[in-house]
C-alpha cells in the first residue's frame, strides 16, 4: 500500500513512524517543506517543494500510485489538498477545504456553534469593520477579552488582554491592524482556566476520542514568556488529566458530536481527518477555545507514541467511514514530551547552529521538526528543533525519562524543565 504524508515536522515525523510500524509495512512517500532526517529515510520518495500546490501534489500522488493521503498542517487543508486529491480517487485523512473552516475561519465556527445552539462558546462578536469595536470591549471590560484575527496567521492573529494587550487604547489599535490588513476578526470573551486539548479521529460520523493532552505554549518556565509552537506536553496513563472530570470529558465529547453533525448539515459533507478541540475547564464548565483540523504538535507526539493499534487499519476505517471504538487501542500508560528549541526562539532564534542527537537513548522516540540535514550533520532553523517524549507508568517517570533524554541532545538549545513535574500540572 502507497501512503502519502504531507508535510514535514515532528508531527508528521510521528504519523510516518506510526505507519511503518505498521504489521502491512506501507511504502511511503512525502512532499514535505524541509529535509526532516527522521521521515526522510522511512520514505521511497521524498519530494521538497510548496506542500499546498494543488497541482503539484495531485500529480505526484498520481504518479507514485498513492492509495491513502495524511495531511498534517493545516495549511494544505486551507488550499483544498484534500479536495484536489478526492477528486483523483484519493482517500484522504485531513478534511475538504470547506470542512476545514473549522480551523482556518474562527468566525465560520462561533457561528457554527450559535446558529446550532453547541453549548461552549464565550460571548462574541464578529467584526468586518471597526463600527462598534470601542462598545464591545468596554461591554467586556478592562482585561477581560481576546481579539482574533478571523483567518490563519501563523500562530500570530490572537491577542489575549493583560498579556498581549495592556490598555482599550492597545486593543483597539490591534483591531486597526487586523482591519487594514483586510482581515475580519473576532472579540471574545476573556475565559479563565486549564486548558487541554482534545483530538479524536473521525470517519465524518463516529468520532473515537486520543488521550488528553495538555499542551504548554508558553516559552518559559512556569508558563511564562512568548507563545511559542508548544514548548511540550504531556497525558495521563488514565487517558484524561489530573483536573479533570468525567463530566468535563463528557461535556466537551458533547460539543464535539454536536459539530461534526452540525458541519455534516451546514456543508453537506463528511467531516474525516482528525478533529481537534482546544477546551478550557473553566469554573462556569467546558469551553470551547478553538478547533483545529489536524493533529496537535506536540500532542501527537504523545498519542502516538503509546497507539497500540496499527496505524494504517485506523486511517483506512476513517476513510471508509468504519470507524469503530474497539480499532483503536492505546496503552495505560503517561507520555511527557519535551521540545528542544534554538537559543533565543521564538523572538530571535539562532538559527544554523550544529546539533548531536547521537548520545539518546531511546531514537525511536525523538521527532525532528524544523531541523535541516547537510552533509550527515543536522543543524537548527527559526522554529523547534527536536522532541523527546517519555513514556511510563506515571507522568513523573515519564517526566525524568524525558528529561534525561533531552539533555542526551547537544547544541545551541534550551527546553523548559518543568513540564510533566507537580509544579506545572497545574500552571496555566
Ligand atoms: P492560537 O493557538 O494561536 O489560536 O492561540 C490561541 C491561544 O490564545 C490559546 O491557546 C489560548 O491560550 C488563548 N485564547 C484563545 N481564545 C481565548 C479565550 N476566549 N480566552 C482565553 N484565552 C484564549
Ligand atoms: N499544540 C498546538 C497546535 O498544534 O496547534
Redesign the pocket.
Known sequence: MNILIVGSGAREHAIARALSNSPQKPTLYCCALTNNPGIEPLCKEYWIGNISDADEIPNLAKDWKIDLAIIGPEAPLEKGIADALWAINIPVVGPKKKLANLETS?SFTRDLLAYYQIPGS?Q?RVFYNLVGVKDFLQELGEGGY?I?ADGL?G????K?AG?HLHSFEEAYEFCEELHADNQAFVI?????GQ?FSFMCFCDGEHLIPMPLVQ?H?RAFENDKGP?TGGMGSYSDATHSLPFLSKEDIKAAQQINLAVIEALKKECDERYIGILYG?F?ATRAGI?L??Y?ARFGDPESLNVLSILESDFVEVCKAMVSNNLSRAQVQFAPLATVCKYAVPKGYPDQPEDGALIDVSGVQYPERLFFAAVNEKDGKIYTTRSRAVAVVGVAKTISEAEEIAEQEINRIKGALYHRKDIGREVCLSCD
Open positions: 474562527k464565550p462574541y481576546v482574533k496567521m500562530g500570530k492573529g490572537v489575549v498579556d471574545e470573551e476573556k475565559l479563565i486548558e499542551d505554549k507563545n482546544s478550557i469551553k477555545i478553538e483545529n
